[in-house]
């Protein structure tokens, strides 16, 4: 059996188009390289608590969706890698064809986080 390196949850918009699509092969990229994962929507956010320990938080969808995650979140520590939806996308830096250079630089830890 295949070690696993950590647990991942995708807070995926699925009003935006190609949110579904993207988050299953985020997901099934991800399980290639040892990580479980987990995948919710943005309307459940408000009611989920934080009650498994994350490697990783991933935002497929605009800056709402980042400050909502962030403010849910922040207390645990954990990175949140968000992936641009939205329609402006002031917060984000990682476009939406960008994602596996983004997810690669998390699994081979050479990621910087911004505080």
């Known amino acids: 059996m295949e070690k696993k ?10 009003k935006r188009s190609g949110v579904r699509e993207i988050s299953e092969e985020i997901s099934s990229y991800l399980a290639v390289h040892g990580y479980e994962t987990e995948t919710m929507s943005n309307c459940q956010l408000d009611y989920f608590t934080v009650e498994t320990k994350y490697a990783l938080f991933i935002v497929l969808g605009g800056d709402g969706m980042v400050l909502s995650t962030a403010r849910k979140v922040a207390s645990e520590g954990v990175p949140i890698l968000a992936i641009n939806f939205g329609t402006i996308g002031f917060m984000i830096e990682v476009e939406k064809e960008d994602w596996k250079k983004a997810v690669d630089s998390f699994i081979d830890g050479t990621y910087t986080c911004h505080k």
């Open 5 to 14: 390196l950590g647990k991942i949850l995708l807070i995926c918009n699925y």
